[in-house]
């Protein structure tokens, strides 16, 4: 499938271009629809990404990782919201986890509990003890632009997909500006 300047590819066909959380969470979740493209790791960030692949900001999803506090425990979660939006971290988020204090995880704790890049890090394949909090614009979306655990490369899904996986809970998580 063609979009952008991308062409994508079935990700059972290029399991090189795929995080091993990833590729197991894909298996093991039985989603379909899920394609890849290769693309180049420096570009890796949202905004590079999509100027240079001429993908708009608006079916690009980010996928953040935050630590939520509550009194002598820690937990982490995701968050995946559109690259056009800003997640209410403090607000709905928070209350959602039941924390006193939600920021966003340190990068190094992200990368070492997700087994996944920076700047690749995404909610196919987070730990399976982790929330996942979907904002509704994603799943509102026929197809979306994520990462695929490592820079070298990006998913399109579809935005449904998350319906169907595992601690997921589907619900607006952005900021209202």
Not at 72 to 93: E, F, H, M, P, Q
Not at 112 to 138: N, Q, R
């Amino acid at each position: 499938m063609k979009l952008g300047k991308l062409d994508f590819v079935p990700a059972e066909d290029r399991p090189d271009l795929l995080s091993e959380p990833v590729k197991a969470a894909i298996q093991t979740n039985k989603l379909s629809g899920v394609l890849v493209a290769e693309i180049d790791p420096q570009l890796a960030d949202t905004a590079a990404f999509c100027e240079k692949y001429d993908i708009g900001l608006d079916i690009s999803a980010n996928c953040v990782v935050v630590e939520a506090k509550r009194a002598d425990k820690t937990w982490y979660a995701g968050c995946l919201i559109l690259a056009t939006s800003r997640a209410d971290i403090n607000g709905v988020i928070r209350k959602q986890l039941e924390a006193r204090k939600v920021s966003f995880a340190p990068t190094d704790m992200a990368i070492s509990l997700s087994k996944m890049e920076y700047g690749g890090i995404t909610p196919i394949g987070l730990p399976d003890d982790w929330t996942l909090l979907v904002d509704t614009a994603v799943v509102d979306k026929d197809y979306v632009v994520i990462g695929s655990g490592v820079r070298k490369s990006k998913l399109l899904i579809p935005g449904k997909i998350f319906a169907s996986m595992p601690n997921t809970t589907i619900m607006s998580i952005t900021q209202n500006t």
